[in-house]
């Protein structure tokens, strides 16, 4: 029955009008939107001036930027602060760009950036470069995983149209669907910046399931020369002790970021309130107070 009720579901016409227009008269709350999916292409609104157009395919992070805003729902802290850090920064990478909410927002409000986005799951990759796209974006696509070899890897999919996420380690579960081993290509970190000759990395964020370290120590000598600000996921702790450890004397500050209106500077980074956290270069110019 539920299955019947999906299939309906999807062949109701229309579906993006009507909702573009339910909007417009009446906000609705997320346990009432989170029903409402629909597929096609939605206008995402920056600021008074600039935006940019991304396709929904029915996902949650799609939804919420469609019914809530940019800033209103899904990681809202997040894509404030790297919204503020974009704006200033050369050279972005986006590891693990999915389909590439962060590159886009980056493009967006930073035209003239170098924004480099990576995804090594070719479903998943094909949907950033439609999002690219979509608005014309110079952003270089990777169907790649940065790392610290080399070669080649295997992840765990769930093989899933609907979920984006993927796993290095199969006892991560990415949903409850029976993984599927899918083989993808690796470069470490240092040998992608070597091949392309960049002299900075001004900001990066990784989000890529519990492999952030790899991708940290692929940067190897290129951390400590260029010192990007570094927006992470931190799904437990042994990734949070082994940051500490690699940014000891490194003069960076972390911050907690709470996806709930808060950020904060801490010491140590551990699975807390959120599983996001901002590793700023104290030497860069940024004032997280009047942002969040």
Same mark, same amino acid.
């Given at each position: 029955?539920?299955?019947?009720?999906?299939?309906?579901?999807?062949?109701?016409?229309?579906?993006?009008?009507?909702?573009?227009?339910?909007?417009?008269?009446?906000? *609705?709350?997320?346990?009432?939107?989170?029903?409402?999916?629909?597929?096609?292409?939605?206008?995402?609104?920056?600021?008074?001036? !600039?935006?940019?157009?991304?396709?929904?395919?029915?996902?949650?992070?799609?939804?919420?930027?469609?019914?809530?805003?940019?800033?209103?729902?899904?990681?809202?802290?997040?894509?404030?602060?790297?919204?503020?850090?974009?704006?200033?920064?050369?050279?972005?990478?986006?590891?693990?760009?999915?389909?590439?909410?962060?590159?886009?927002?980056?493009?967006?409000?930073?035209?003239?950036?170098?924004?480099?986005?990576?995804?090594?799951?070719?479903?998943?990759?094909?949907?950033?470069?439609?999002?690219?796209?979509? !608005?014309?974006?110079?952003?270089?696509?990777?169907?790649?995983?940065?790392?610290?070899?080399?070669?080649?890897?295997?992840?765990?999919?769930?093989?899933?149209?609907?979920?984006?996420?993927?796993?290095?380690?199969?006892?991560?579960?990415?949903?409850?669907?029976?993984?599927?081993?899918?083989?993808?290509?690796?470069?470490?970190?240092?040998?992608?910046?070597?091949?392309?000759?960049?002299?900075?990395?001004?900001?990066?964020?990784?989000?890529?399931?519990?492999?952030?370290?790899?991708?940290?120590?692929?940067?190897?000598?290129? *951390?400590?020369?260029?010192?990007? !600000?570094?927006?992470?996921?931190?799904? !437990?702790?042994?990734?949070?002790?082994?940051?500490?450890?690699?940014?000891?004397? *490194?003069?960076?500050?972390?911050?907690?970021?709470?996806?709930?209106?808060?950020?904060?500077?801490?010491?140590?980074?551990?699975?807390?309130?959120?599983?996001?956290? *901002?590793?700023?270069?104290?030497?860069?110019?940024?004032?997280?107070?009047?942002?969040?």
């Amino acid at each position: 029955m539920k299955v019947f009720f999906k299939i309906l579901y999807q062949r109701i016409p229309f579906k993006g009008s009507i909702y573009k227009l339910l909007r417009r008269v009446f906000p *609705l709350p997320k346990a009432i939107y989170k029903h409402l999916h629909f597929n096609g292409v939605i206008n995402v609104k920056v600021d008074k001036q !600039n935006g940019f157009e991304m396709q929904h395919y029915g996902f949650q992070l799609e939804n919420d930027i469609f019914w809530s805003g940019l800033f209103g729902g899904w990681e809202k802290d997040s894509l404030k602060i790297w919204h503020s850090l974009a704006k200033s920064s050369e050279v972005i990478f986006d590891v693990g760009a999915n389909t590439g909410i962060y590159s886009l927002l980056a493009k967006c409000v930073n035209p003239s950036a170098r924004v480099y986005a990576f995804d090594p799951v070719e479903r998943v990759y094909d949907k950033l470069v439609k999002n690219i796209e979509i !608005n014309n974006y110079d952003i270089v696509a990777e169907k790649l995983a940065l790392s610290n070899f080399d070669g080649e890897a295997v992840i765990y999919d769930d093989d899933s149209e609907h979920t984006y996420s993927v796993a290095v380690n199969k006892n991560v579960s990415v949903g409850n669907q029976s993984l599927v081993e899918v083989p993808i290509s690796v470069m470490k970190f240092s040998t992608y910046i070597e091949q392309k000759k960049l002299n900075k990395i001004d900001l990066v964020k990784i989000d890529v399931e519990t492999h952030e370290l790899e991708v940290l120590n692929g940067m190897e000598d290129y *951390l400590k020369r260029y010192k990007p !600000n570094i927006l992470i996921e931190v799904l !437990n702790d042994e990734i949070g002790n082994g940051i500490l450890k690699l940014f000891t004397n *490194l003069d960076y500050d972390f911050y907690e970021i709470s996806e709930m209106g808060s950020v904060r500077l801490v010491e140590s980074i551990n699975v807390g309130i959120g599983r996001n956290y *901002l590793l700023h270069n104290k030497k860069s110019e940024f004032d997280i107070e009047s942002i969040i």
